[in-house]
């Protein structure tokens, strides 16, 4: 079994690849260490995904969300469109955040909604602890914790791996989801508990929104922040 695979490199693809059995035969997409060349954006040569068994979609920028915008909408798009003409069956792994009023947020929305129209399936993660950049505890010994009002949603590893090898298993379709989108959430947790920072320092929901706010003019990071607090702040 051939599987086409974007966004092998980063965190959440990188720790996919490694769980996966080894009769499962991954082609890579991506700019690095990469099969085939691609970037979002980039429509890749249709032949180079001939005999592809399915095409499952992890990449996205997370850096400067203004500027990739669009450039995260409809390189998802175009990829599902591809798929749908390959007769290609098309995974899009998105995100709980696209439930929130974020630029983050709208976009994974609008990409969802292309996807599912192209008659790709779409399944959104929670936060996955193994995976994620802010709970790293080599990058932070000391770090702000926000007093939330939302609970973070968290999804195990295992419950993702789980639910793509059935996936798989069950020919890329799953009883009763019809090329819905599909929440796969195990809990609800204070960002508190979440993070493995050694100290702590707490700071209020509405104190760290303006204090965001006020600096996100500056640079893109700084908007970036913002638009992650947002993020986990207006989830409906």
């Not at 691609?38 to 005999?51: C, I, T, Y």
């Not at 203004?66 to 007769?87: C, E, M, R, S």
């Not at 983050?104 to 990409?111: H, V, W």
Request: aromatic share 12%; charged share 20%; proline share 3%.
């Amino acid at each position: 079994m051939k599987i086409a695979i974007t966004g092998h490199s980063g965190r959440i693809g990188a720790k996919f690849l490694s769980s996966m059995p080894q009769s499962i035969e991954f082609i890579k997409l991506g700019r690095r260490s990469s099969d085939i060349y691609w970037k979002l954006g980039l429509l890749p040569d249709p032949a180079s995904l001939l005999g592809v068994d399915a095409i499952v979609h992890f990449a996205w920028a997370t850096t400067n969300r203004k500027v990739n915008f669009h450039t995260n909408i409809g390189g998802t798009i175009q990829l599902a469109n591809l798929a749908k003409d390959l007769g290609c069956p098309f995974l899009f792994i998105s995100s709980v955040g696209a439930t929130s009023q974020s630029l983050y947020g709208k976009s994974k929305f609008l990409a969802e909604r292309g996807v599912i129209e192209a008659g790709g399936q779409v399944i959104r993660l929670g936060l996955i602890r193994a995976t994620n950049r802010y709970l790293d505890p080599k990058r932070k010994v000391v770090t702000l914790c926000p007093r939330l009002k939302n609970l973070i949603p968290v999804t195990e590893f295992d419950s993702f791996t789980k639910y793509f090898t059935e996936w798989v298993d069950e020919g890329f379709a799953s009883d009763g989801i019809d090329f819905k989108t599909v929440t796969l959430v195990d809990d609800y947790c204070e960002f508190e508990i979440l993070t493995n920072a050694k100290f702590k320092i707490p700071i209020h929901e509405k104190i760290l929104g303006v204090g965001l706010s006020s600096l996100k003019t500056l640079n893109y990071r700084f908007y970036d922040s913002y638009d992650a607090f947002k993020t986990v702040t207006t989830r409906k």
